[in-house]
């Protein structure tokens, strides 16, 4: 079968977290995906994905074993960067109450944001981007983003409360597309991945 994204060769940030799942959504989408576990793979990809786990994780080993920098200039020559949950918290410029770890996109983040009681749930969204049909999203200990400023757009609501933005080549959910059948998610990114890579 003929597949649009077979080309790509997508990155899924492999310091911690919920790397293979990721990985395995890129596979049913037929995408080329890596694992990228040592810096120098950044250099040659298509679309990085950073995914959820620990941000303050994520966060200082990315920084010491010299990913950051190479984040940086993949998201400054317009490459495609997806942040979900921890992921999103690395790419805010603004982190309530602590620095900002890559701070690329123009938003502000409270982590925790659900509390305790309610540190995993699921809920039905409406994600105009991905069509009428409600979205499953799946939040564990998950963010919200408290402020976007110009330049980034809302592309989802949960009560109220802003959990998916798009600025430009960036992209960013609080919750987890990975964890989830539906891979409308994952496509959508592929397809920002796509028209960059033509
Ligand atoms: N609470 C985590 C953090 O602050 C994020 C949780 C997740 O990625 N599922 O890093």
Do not use: W
């Not at 911690?16 to 995906?33: D, N, P």
């Not at 303050?56 to 942040?83: C, E, N, V, W």
């Not at 991905?130 to 983003?145: D, K, M, N, T």
């Not at 959910?173 to 891979?183: N, Q, R």
């Amino acid at each position: 079968m003929f597949n649009l994204f077979r080309d790509l060769r997508i990155g899924v940030l492999g310091i911690q977290g919920a790397v293979s799942e990721h990985i395995e959504s890129l596979k049913k989408c037929g995408a080329g995906y890596v694992a990228v576990r040592k810096a120098a793979l950044l250099d040659d990809l298509d679309g990085l994905i950073i995914p959820g786990g620990e941000s303050t994780t994520i966060g200082r080993l990315s920084g010491l074993y010299g990913y950051q920098d190479r984040i940086s200039a993949m998201a400054a020559a317009g490459k495609p960067i997806f942040g979900t949950c921890a992921g999103l918290i690395l790419l805010a410029r603004e982190l309530e109450g602590q620095d900002p770890i890559l701070a690329l996109m123009s938003i502000k983040v409270r982590r925790n944001a659900f509390g305790r009681q309610k540190e995993s749930f699921e809920a039905d969204l409406q994600i105009p981007v991905l069509g009428e049909e409600p979205y499953c999203g799946v939040f564990i200990r998950a963010p919200i983003i408290t402020s976007v400023q110009e330049g980034a757009g809302v592309l989802a609501q949960f009560q109220g409360q802003i959990v998916a933005v798009r600025e430009n080549n960036l992209l960013a959910a609080s919750f987890h597309p990975e964890l989830t059948d539906d891979l409308r998610f994952h496509n959508y990114f592929l397809g920002m991945a796509l028209q960059k890579a033509v």
